[in-house]
């Protein structure tokens, strides 16, 4: 069976409330009290509310192969770019950039994941949190990225001839992007970032 991702933004709070009170058993009951999805729901939808008048947090959709909930395009972006970046193709700049962006985002640096092992023995949740202060720097610096994607297209591009997972450099682009849009929203409300995988 594969894994899972479910990201959300926040008000941080709300959540290190929710944390406190109800453990990651409330965390998951967030995701429990969105409504069902419509069949007709449009493919733009990037994020999902609670039924609430006092919303706190939404669910975080991605558009291309990301719609699908699960974590490997999310992994493979990670495998991917840790092969692209070796590359003597690859600019230094554009390296250090995408580096910091990836590695801290989606191959999870130590210091944004939470391990819940010890409080669900036998399952390999992991929560990756980034507080408004770390999601303004992520959105900075998913600004700087952007500028770089003219220089980083070719690259990924001839590395997708060996590493497959992708069909092509826009279903790449495109993940990067939805990331760059979740930072966005999360920036300009004042809001944290977390996810889950499982």
Not at 128 to 138: D, I, K, Q
Not at 159 to 186: M, N, Y
Request: proline residues 6%; hydrophobic residues 45%; glycine residues 10%.
């Amino acid at each position: 069976m594969g894994v899972d991702i479910y990201p959300a933004i926040a008000h941080w709070d709300r959540v290190a409330d929710t944390l406190n009170a109800a453990g990651i058993q409330g965390i998951w009951q967030l995701f429990d009290a969105l409504p069902d999805w419509e069949v007709d729901e449009p493919d733009d939808v990037r994020l999902r509310w609670p039924l609430l008048v006092d919303s706190w947090y939404a669910e975080c959709t991605f558009r291309g192969l990301g719609s699908t909930g699960s974590y490997k395009p999310h992994f493979f972006l990670g495998h991917l770019w840790e092969h692209a970046r070796e590359r003597p193709d690859m600019p230094a700049d554009v390296v250090a950039l995408f580096d910091e962006f990836i590695g801290r985002l989606v191959l999870g640096v130590p210091s944004a994941r939470v391990d819940l092992s010890e409080q669900l023995p036998g399952q390999a949740e992991l929560m990756n949190c980034f507080p408004p202060s770390e999601v303004c720097g992520l959105a900075r610096l998913w600004r700087e990225c952007s500028d770089r994607i003219g220089a980083l297209r070719p690259v990924l591009a001839a590395q997708l001839i060996e590493d497959r997972w992708f069909g092509d450099v826009g279903q790449v682009l495109s993940l990067l992007q939805g990331w760059g849009d979740v930072l966005h929203e999360a920036e300009r409300r004042g809001w944290g970032l977390f996810y889950l995988t499982s």
